[in-house]
């Protein structure tokens, strides 16, 4: 059973940063793409942010410049770094393994303008 567990939500003021961890257990995510998405309220939920297995990366146009999207494989763990942030980034994040079903439970972030 894989489970994804995503952690370093908050809250920031806007400009800040914040940095998102996930980490897995139950299967070596070395194998897989990952991606990081976000849902904020009364919205559907949108991709932010994806690695593959050989390290390269897509972003949202709208993040695009200020989150970078990282793995360490020997931890098991996906990063997104998020710099410059913006009210507008306010939303639950979760990351996922990308074509699974298999989703973390989410963590807030929230920024104050």
């Known amino acids: 059973q894989v489970q994804l567990v995503e952690s370093g939500g908050g809250l920031v003021q806007a400009g800040g940063s914040l940095g998102l961890s996930c980490a897995a257990s139950?299967?070596?995510?070395?194998?897989?793409?990952m991606g990081w998405y976000r849902q904020a309220p009364g919205k559907q939920r949108e991709l932010v942010a994806r690695?593959?297995?050989?390290?390269?990366?897509n972003y949202a146009d709208s993040v695009k410049g200020r989150f970078t999207i990282s793995r360490d494989n020997a931890k098991n763990t996906v990063y997104l770094q998020m710099d410059s942030l913006k009210p507008e980034d306010t939303a639950v994040y979760y990351c996922?393994?990308?074509?699974?079903?298999?989703w973390g439970q989410g963590t807030q972030v929230t920024v104050s303008s």
């Open positions: 139950g299967s070596m995510l070395s194998r897989y793409g």
């Open positions: 996922t393994i990308i074509g699974s079903a298999y």
């Open positions: 690695i593959s297995s050989g390290g390269s990366t």
